[in-house]
């Protein structure tokens, strides 16, 4: 049992504080956001599996693999401090310190994040001079601010919040998030930080935390790429005083809630994603193993061909049977039955039953889903992706020209 | 020692007859193209690994498994009777008997091809026709026509010779491709078809078939798409009278050559990618594994953020590191360095030294190449790409509308 909050935010969990604000990294536009809790918290993190991982990156992996309790998130958007190399580390590890020592904490208790160009060395005294701002206008409806500040080519903000029902009374789940392009003109990144006043103990929060990044995050592609900087984060203060307990029917109903805002977060980034103008849903079924089901589904997220066709309004099944067909999985085409939305286009043995024009006013719409049934065994996948413009090669092709 | 040959093409290697004609399955273009050889002809295919397989492609595959003399290749273009289901498959067998029939030969002499709309019958009674018309059409001049028959996106015609020296004579490889995206608005595929006069054993010519396809047409990415209908084909006749024997210096001269014009073939088909503006060369070396040189490569040549990046001239070495990093890789990221042709931009531990206007000079050439040292072990890998355009997703957008 949850409910969305309109307009909530990592500050809707109670105990959270944050701001965003401008520190002059990006020329206009806010560039720094923090989150703090008023108690320390368990957190969970999970992290990019790019070979290349951005320094500040690193530093907060290392304090979630540990057992050590969490005050504060900082996050700059505008520069990634990703591939710079032992300075960036250095450059990174100041500013962990820094905010560590005006929130009266241990650097170990801060978590840092980066987002925004690769390879360009961080500009420490304007960010220094941004934590001295920052922590003097915290606050408990600082949390749009935030979503904000951590923005790159996102043409949104991207900030959410849901209500659950425990047995023992109610705890909120707030969250905001970041991303366009997976990777944008050297713009590195996704990120999501999510709050909650429940507590929960660290092994569980991580248990849930890749459940329901598995289902979410996972399942989504602008543009196949991952990034350097790319990381999901939860807090979780236990200011509330309901304990979330493992195996308990509260861990099924909190999970359900977690895995609601995470495929809402996702969501919103990949409808955000560069020069996207739809936002589409797939569904694969009737797989022989999870893993062609994952395989499928990937692989039609991720088909140039089949994302121009969407662009194009084109009902162009060829391309989602080509892409099924070389996406490794192991399936009989003959059997593959396929239907955008509930309009079926092709049937068992090739049997074709597309109408162009019921086909054509399903892709017209701003959502939609595709549906591909496998026709074999019991395992399914579902993704989310949006179509490929014009703008989306603009966006990237004259970043920085 | 081999020489290409100015206008040469399929014909150009002594015994082999060919035409291209228009016979109705597109609107006005040739559409139907025939190779002949005088004498029966040992023969090798690599064809998709696509688990979509179009009709024609597995009646060929059948044959060329086979230890069976080849006398001709009927190639289709317009449609690519794939995704039609038994129907299409009776089609496609019907093609091969009509066709050998004509020729005086067994169905099993008979290789056929198609590429075109996937999930649309063939129109029989035009390629019967076109059948009986082309075979009076046959002629020593004819490998143009014959490429020109097989295009469907490509702009330009792709015919190819070269002169062999070998010990005991002279001998010829022709041949003709066609390809422009992997896949193209339902459009099915890269083709290759490859002659020579040389006498070479099935077993042999089937070797050096991989080896070249391995280091040219398995090297090449304009979308990351594999098509239903890609296949390469090489035919041998000996009609010059010089065997090209196993582990002799011959095999050697006629691999280098086999190489060579596999790669020229390979090159013309990224150069005429959708949309393509730029004929990109990746070296990656210094690996540790063969694998790892590989997956690095195949992660630049289909990287949407890099080739958009390439396409607006920009120097983006932070989406070379990125796509480098989610490649599956092994390296170590402060090691690597990055030039564009000789023009150094990054040396190891993230040392930047691009010169913007140097590296914009390059970026504005037709060719360059992209040379990335992960300056570990000894493996190296040669790939080409294209750039991505907004051209690109015009062409495979507004196909069907």
């Known amino acids: 049992m949850y409910q969305f909050i309109n307009g909530g935010s990592v500050t809707s969990a109670k105990g959270f504080k944050a701001a965003g604000i401008f520190c002059g990294i990006k020329k206009r536009k806010k560039d720094l956001a923090l989150i703090v809790s008023s108690r320390f918290c368990n957190a969970a993190g999970v992290y990019t599996l ?36 032992e300075d960036g580390y250095k450059d ?128 989504i592609s602008v543009d196949g790429e991952t990034s350097t900087n790319d990381m999901v984060i939860i807090l979780s203060n236990g ?32 409808s955000d994603g560069e020069g996207a103008t739809k936002l589409i849903e797939i569904n694969v079924t009737g797989a022989d193993t999870q893993e062609d089901a994952d395989l499928v589904g990937k692989s039609l997220a991720n088909s140039n061909l089949l994302k121009t066709a969407l662009y194009g309004r084109d009902a162009n099944w060829g391309r989602i049977m080509s892409s099924a067909g ?28 597309l109408n162009e024009e019921i086909a054509y006013k399903i892709l017209s719409k701003n959502e939609y889903s595709i549906n591909v049934n496998l026709n074999g065994g019991d395992f399914s996948s579902r993704w989310w992706t949006c179509d490929l413009s014009e703008n989306y090669v603009k966006i990237n092709a004259n970043y920085r020209t």
């Open 326 to 353: 070389m996406s490794g999985a192991n399936f009989d085409p003959e059997k593959v039955s396929i239907s955008f939305d509930d309009h079926e286009v092709l049937l068992p043995n090739f049997k074709v039953v």
């Open 92 to 219: 990174a590890k100041f500013t962990q310190e820094y905010c560590a020592d005006k929130l009266k904490v241990k650097p170990e208790n801060i978590l840092i994040s980066s987002t925004g160009v690769i390879g360009v060395k961080l500009p420490l005294p304007k960010i220094i001079s941004g934590i001295d701002n920052i922590v003097n206008v915290l606050s408990e409806k600082g949390g749009e601010d935030a979503a904000e500040a951590i923005m790159t080519t996102d043409t949104k903000k991207k900030s959410f919040a849901v209500k659950v029902k425990l047995s023992s009374g109610e705890v909120t789940i707030g969250a905001i998030c970041k991303g366009s392009g997976m990777i944008m003109p050297n713009m590195a990144t996704m990120l999501a930080f999510i709050t909650t006043d429940a507590e929960i103990k660290k092994s569980l929060l991580y248990k849930m935390l890749l459940n329901s990044v598995n289902i979410s995050f996972n399942k």
């Open 50 to 85: 790019n070979k290349v991982k951005a320094a500040p990156l690193l530093i907060s992996k290392n304090v979630t693999d540990k057992d050590v309790p969490v005050k504060a998130v900082l996050i700059n958007s505008g520069n990634a401090n990703a591939c710079t190399g």
């Open 239 to 270: 200011v509330n005083r309901i304990e979330v307990l493992e195996n308990s029917n509260d861990e099924k109903v909190f999970q359900e809630a977690l895995d609601a805002i995470s495929i809402e977060m996702a969501k919103s980034i990949v």
